[in-house]
């Protein structure tokens, strides 16, 4: 069984497509099949978790979405004797639906049409367009990896409370540096900050650099397994690409902003269902109230308690496994 999966990276786009992609592809590994990654742009972190995993790589060359991009990836498919190909990016057009010789599972935020075998769209309040043949729909379909198929630890009340803090792969928004001007000027100096910050993000040094001067604020780089940071705090601080369910999944109440139109939807729903305070879009959120949004949450233990529960009934974090099923069983 070969999965091959075309899904691209960079500073602009972020990994979210990748990582979630890399998901499914563990999912797949799990059950003993094989899988081939087709990418431009991955972060050299990324790349290694592909080594690690046992994923072969193979790099595009050709323009990224082009006609002859399409073609190559159908021939590496019948060269592999591939079972699936998932698509997932906005650039990679309808060439990537059909014609390829195989069944092809489509990965979209958006209510596009599709002539995908299975159309994938895992945000909470999920729509299709009429045209889809088959949808997988809703958090119950959220790809996430292998670690987060664990049980959370028990909601934490903490008095002085940990925050993590993290903007995606790449932060193409720079949320990152936003956010640390107003740790700089002494906002929450009783919060301790987990500062994760993204494998692509071409200011991954400075940034280091600037947080490492800060007592209260604890700087990663490019982690490979989020599940011990998450578990670690009582409430997060997230730009709200697909991290939206990573969050969910170990019950971690977030102040979450949308780098990206796609993302204001799932973002809202999240935060109606009681999970999430949503700031708005990036271009639109001010110093203040992020600022105030953390300032409030870092102190009301209750709050926390309730958004944490809601939480629970968002997503489990075995999405990645029911996709593989269901491809298997269509299969």
Known sequence: MRLVVR????????????MRCLALAQAWRDRGGEVTFRSAGLPESLVKV?????????????TPGSNEDAQRTAAL???????WLVVDGYHLGSAFDVGLGLPVLRIDDRPVSSEATYFLNQNLGA??????KDALLGPHYALLRREFRTSPHATKLSQFATCIVTFGGADPKGLSTRWLALVEAGLCEAVHFVFVIGGANPLRDALVSAASGRPNVEPHVAVANMVPFLDRADFAVSAAGSTL??????QVPAIVIAAAEVEVAP???????????????????????????????????????????AALQITDGLGAERVVERLLSAR
Not at 77 to 83: I, L, S
Not at 273 to 285: K, R, T
Not at 291 to 296: D, F, I, R
């Open 7 to 18: 899904a691209d990276a960079s500073p602009a786009m972020g990994t979210g497509h990748a």
């Open 50 to 62: 592909l080594d690690d995993e046992e994923i072969v790589l193979d790099r595009v060359t050709e």
């Open 77 to 83: 498919c019948a060269m592999a004797d591939a079972t």
């Open 127 to 132: 729509e299709v367009s009429p045209s889809v």
């Open 245 to 250: 369910w990573e969050l969910a999944a170990r």
């Open 267 to 309: 973002a809202r729903a999240v935060a109606d269902a009681g999970a999430a305070v949503f700031l708005g879009s990036a271009e639109n959120v001010s110093d203040l109230a992020l600022s105030h949004a953390m300032a409030t949450l870092a102190v009301d233990r209750e709050r926390r308690k309730k958004m944490a529960d």
